[in-house]
């Protein structure tokens, strides 16, 4: 634990960031796994949506700089790419 006034105020700031960041993060995670599973189910109208709400998610993530800009777009586009290789299929 921290005896410096400056330093136990970081580590609480840091906590709540910490605490904030996570929501953005575990949403982003959740709509990912959630279109995957649809895309390898076959529910490809529902995966689509799911896919729309990931992509809003990353870029949500990204925009407040909780996951690198780079990382969103490879993100989506990794997805994006299973979407339409699984369409081309049927």
Do not use: F
């Amino acid at each position: 634990m921290a005896n410096i006034k400056s330093s136990i105020k970081r580590a609480r700031q840091n906590d709540k960031r910490r605490a904030r960041n996570r929501i953005y993060r575990a949403s982003a995670r959740t709509y990912i796994k959630k279109a995957r599973t649809l895309i390898e189910g076959g529910d490809l109208s529902q995966a689509e949506q799911e896919v729309a709400h990931a992509i809003s998610a990353l870029d949500k993530a990204a925009e407040k700089g909780i996951i690198p800009k780079n990382n969103a777009a490879r993100r989506k586009s990794r997805l994006v790419k299973l979407l339409h290789k699984t369409q081309a299929a049927r």
